[in-house]
Nanobody
């Protein structure tokens, strides 16, 4: 069984920074092969793509929302993916979910709340 555990959420003021982490585990889980991504869901809204990282494509971002402010990175030796969030805005407030995808296989974390106060 694969587990994705997010951490690093919390309350931050507008203009501040925060780093989210997602640690993946599983006896047969080959972390480096998976596209690791971050999604978020604000109250009353659909879950939206934030950023992803894969060996084949590199990094990708939701340009409209976060490009230039958020940076995704991964440490394959630690089976961990990070999301560095800078210049945070109140509209970044959401539950942030970690995702691991390989072909049709998808795993999700439980989510971590990020609240940006104005």
């Amino acid at each position: 069984q694969v587990q994705l555990v997010e951490s690093g959420g919390g309350l931050v003021q507008a203009g501040g920074s925060q780093r989210l982490s997602c640690a993946a585990s599983g006896r047969t889980f080959n972390f480096s092969r998976y596209t690791m991504g971050w999604f978020r869901q604000a109250p009353g809204k659909e879950r939206e793509f934030v950023a992803s990282s894969s060996w084949s494509v590199g990094s990708a971002y939701n340009a409209d929302s976060v490009k230039g402010r958020f940076t995704i990175s991964r440490d394959n030796a630690k089976n961990t993916v990070y999301l560095q969030m800078n210049s945070l805005k109140p509209e970044d407030t959401a539950v942030y979910y970690c995702n691991a995808k390989l072909g049709t296989v998808n795993y999700w974390g439980q989510g971590t709340q990020v609240t940006v106060s104005s």
